[in-house]
Nanobody
C-alpha cells in the first residue's frame, strides 16, 4: 500500500501563495497519475489538478487554472501544488491521491488518499 503524506498547508492572506507537497512512500506502476482534491466544510470533495508520473500530461480545474500549478519530482516520489493568487474560496482541506488511470480526473478514479492538509485563506 502506497502511503501519501501531504504538507505545506497553513494560513495565508488573500492574494498570497502556498506550495503543497505530497510525498509517496514508494512509486509503483499501479499509480500512474497523481491528483490534488479539496473539500470545504459542507461541500463535496472537488478535483483540483492531476499529473502523470510518466510524461508531461497535466490537467487543472477551471476554478484554479492560471493560478495553481501541479508538478512532480520523480526522483523524490513527490508531487507539488503551487497555489498563487489565493482567494478565500480556496479555503479547504487539500488531499493528495493516486490513480491507476492515465486520464484520471474524478474522485472515483483515485484509490489512494492522503490524510489532507488545511489551507485557510483570509480576506
Amino acid at each position: 500500500q502506497v502511503q501519501l503524506v501531504e504538507s505545506g498547508g497553513g494560513l495565508v492572506q488573500a492574494g498570497g501563495s502556498l506550495t503543497l507537497s505530497c510525498a509517496a512512500s514508494r512509486r509503483t506502476f499501479s499509480n500512474i497519475a497523481m491528483g490534488w482534491f479539496r473539500q470545504a466544510p459542507g461541500k463535496e470533495r472537488e478535483f483540483v489538478a492531476a499529473i502523470v508520473w510518466s510524461g508531461t500530461r497535466t490537467v487543472e480545474a477551471d476554478s484554479v487554472k492560471g493560478r495553481f500549478t501541479i508538478s512532480k519530482d520523480n526522483a523524490k516520489n513527490t508531487v507539488y501544488l503551487q497555489m498563487n493568487s489565493l482567494k478565500p474560496e480556496d479555503t479547504a482541506v487539500y488531499y493528495c491521491a493516486g490513480s491507476r488511470k492515465y486520464s484520471a480526473g474524478t474522485t472515483s478514479d483515485f484509490g489512494s488518499w492522503g490524510q489532507g492538509t488545511q489551507v485557510t485563506v483570509s480576506s
